[in-house]
């Protein structure tokens, strides 16, 4: 059964979600942390994030200086122990100009992919916003308009992983 738990940073929320799985299949909160044990961070990745970059998403995927994420490299994880990935995600690189804040397709395939790469080894998946430019810093005094993208970037981000 695929597990992903995501979790929005600033907040410190945590939610855990199961694949076809109904409720009373799922392990409750106290047994997921049991058995993370210990994570590892994939930051310097999709949390890249400035306006010299260009690119598609391994543009920012490697922005910072980490290569691009293999199997190889998440199966690597698994097998020195790590029960647990977290994937820090800065979602408006790319982010397409709409007025909509809408999450560029190309960029939620890729996060997905590497998603599933922990996900095929057994290891959970903490997917957060992260940083993501500064924006959350706005909320103050463009409360409305921060907290519109807030939803608009969680709902699609709940859509495109709801199936896990």
């Avoid at 907040?11 to 409750?28: D, I, Q, V």
């Avoid at 310097?44 to 490299?73: H, L, M, Q, R």
């Avoid at 706005?138 to 992983?161: L, S």
């Amino acid at each position: 059964m695929k597990k992903i738990v995501s979790a929005i940073s600033a907040a410190a929320l945590a939610l855990t979600l199961a694949a076809t799985a109904s409720a009373a299949e799922c392990e409750s909160a106290k047994e997921a942390i049991a058995n993370i044990n210990v994570g590892w961070n994939l930051g310097n990745t999709f949390d890249c994030a400035g306006d010299w970059i260009s690119g598609g998403p391994s543009a920012y995927e490697t922005a910072w200086g980490s290569p691009v994420i293999t199997k190889d490299i998440i199966q690597g994880y698994a097998d020195a122990g790590f029960g647990a990935l977290r994937i820090p995600v800065a979602w408006s690189n790319l982010m397409i100009d709409d007025g909509n804040y809408t999450i560029a397709s190309e960029y939620t395939a890729r996060v997905k992919e590497v998603v599933d790469m922990a996900l095929d080894t057994g290891m959970y998946v903490i997917l957060n916003i992260h940083w993501d430019s500064g924006w959350f810093a706005e909320f103050p005094e463009k409360t409305e308009e921060c907290m519109n993208r807030y939803v608009r970037m969680w709902v699609q981000i709940a859509e495109a992983f709801e199936s896990y």
